[in-house]
């Protein structure tokens, strides 16, 4: 069934399961064939949903087409990775004329000193770069750096704060968190591993009380964690009690690096971090990661002036890769003068706002979260300071919405959060309007 046949019937008697199921027949058989090949038939377990993902054909702009047809409004958008939409022509002309010269290329070239200027103009604390092809990788060299720039063993992170899967990072992430986040991580690479609370500097002084760890690892906005704002007071208080600990404060900004400001969060919060990590929108699409910093830290890097063990190693087969490069520096270069950051972080705010009246309008228990142009909707009355409030909201209201937004061709992976980018129009946000107001008149209370 075609997206404009279910739209205009829209009665709410046939279950939003059955309405996805009866719209996406060819995924629902390309689902039984990825299942043979691909554990849990993905390439990345959060991409499964209920009853079985959509596969993907095309996507232009703010919109993915799927295999059956149908078109969805993206607020996904590839992790958050994509602030100017899906194939930018910007991006697209460069990347194409880069295609010509190389794809990869192992050896040094311009390109890469050009992204790392330009990283260096736009992030307030950052004066060398290093580029990886994650943030998990970034993660864990920033990590590593914080260690061998300190002699420490020890790193905090905190509750609810997603760092990709690298071992050390890889805790605490969801409730219970005292429950190892994965099989197959040793005891020892997580002995050194301190938890923090989130938003609470009490909280953070206590468990760190006779403990000094190498680094505090943080995102200014807990992304996985459900789009919870750090507040600023408690960003401040964290970077007084690192410099007074000689602990070094890392910001991971991989969702928030150039989405909040051009400088990323560091600059919407006024706080610097010694070491920021980078990734998503670095890339312009495509694959990508980088940690950044001072001189004084970076330099741990260099195995010309460090000789083993003490320099801090990092590198990687497609470190630096053209193409990642080109497509990155094209896409910076539209959001250096930070124009189209602040339209968009005043559109977060209006969907913040209209989408929290449309709840409250139907008398429905749910809170819009986030900052700038990252949102959430959680289904809870608590007010939400971290991730453990997160955790108690109600998660199969949120994933029987998304599920309902997604039949009706507006994409969240469900019960992640949104993001904006230049390419949503405003009749894509007015449809996320009307479509809430319609599932909440057939599901609200
Ligand atoms: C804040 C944050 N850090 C690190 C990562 C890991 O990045 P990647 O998936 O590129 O490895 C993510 C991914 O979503 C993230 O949101």
């Known amino acids: 069934m075609r997206l404009s046949t279910i739209d205009k019937k829209n009665q709410g008697t046939v279950s939003k399961m059955d309405e996805y199921v009866s719209k996406t027949p060819t995924s629902r058989v390309l689902y039984g064939r990825a299942k043979k090949v691909l554990p849990a038939g993905v390439s990345y377990g959060i991409r499964y949903f209920e009853p079985y993902p959509f596969f993907t054909a095309k996507a232009r702009g703010s919109k993915l087409y799927d295999v059956d047809g149908n078109k969805y409004v993206d607020f996904w958008l590839g992790h958050a990775a994509l602030i100017l939409g899906h194939s930018p022509k910007e991006v697209v002309k460069a990347v194409k004329k880069q295609l010509e010269n190389g794809t990869h290329y192992g050896t040094s070239h311009e390109m890469e000193i050009a992204l790392a200027e330009q990283v260096v103009k736009m992030v307030p604390s950052v004066e060398m770069v290093r580029f990886t092809n994650s943030g998990t990788e970034a993660n864990m060299y920033a990590t590593r750096l914080a260690r061998a720039f300190t002699g420490r063993d020890m790193i905090a992170k905190f509750e609810g704060g997603w760092h990709g899967g690298y071992d050390a990072l890889h805790?605490?992430?969801?409730?219970?968190f005292d429950l190892p986040e994965s099989a197959g991580l040793t005891?020892?690479?997580?002995q050194d591993t301190v938890l923090l609370p989130f938003n609470d500097l009490e909280g953070v002084e206590k468990r760190l009380?006779?403990?000094q760890p190498a680094c505090i690892v943080i995102e200014p906005v807990l992304g996985a964690g459900g789009a919870v704002p750090a507040e600023k007071e408690f960003l401040k208080g964290?970077?007084?009690?690192?410099?007074?600990n000689d602990i070094l404060l890392i910001f991971d900004e991989v969702i928030t690096g150039f989405r909040l400001a051009p400088g990323g969060g560091q600059q919407f919060y006024g706080v610097k971090?010694?070491?920021?990590v980078l990734g998503k929108i670095l890339g312009g699409g495509f694959p990508v990661g980088a940690f950044c910093g001072s001189k004084k830290i970076m330099e741990r890097i260099n195995n010309v002036a460090y000789e083993r063990p003490h320099y801090s190693f990092h590198g990687g087969t497609f470190a630096g890769n053209p193409m990642t490069m080109v497509a990155g520096l094209t896409t910076l270069k539209i959001l250096e003068d930070g124009v189209v950051t602040s339209r968009l972080n005043r559109l977060g705010d209006e969907i913040r706002q209209t989408l929290g009246q449309i709840f409250e309008k139907h008398n429905v228990d749910a809170q819009v979260i986030g900052l700038g142009s990252?949102?959430?909707v959680h289904f809870t009355k608590e007010r939400i300071r971290d991730a453990l409030t997160v955790f108690r909201a109600?998660?199969?209201k949120l994933l029987e919405y998304n599920l309902t937004l997604i039949a009706n061709g507006i994409f969240f992976l469900p019960a992640h959060c949104g993001a904006l980018s230049t390419a949503h129009s405003e009749a894509d946000i007015q449809k996320l309007f009307k479509k809430t107001q319609d599932y909440l008149r057939h599901h609200g209370k």
């Open 374 to 376: 990252l949102f959430n």
């Open 209 to 211: 009380r006779n403990k």
């Open 273 to 276: 971090p010694d070491i920021t």
């Open 238 to 244: 964290l970077r007084e009690l690192c410099d007074r």
């Open 394 to 396: 109600d998660k199969k």
């Open 187 to 190: 005891r020892g690479a997580l």
């Open 171 to 176: 805790v605490g992430v969801k409730q219970p």
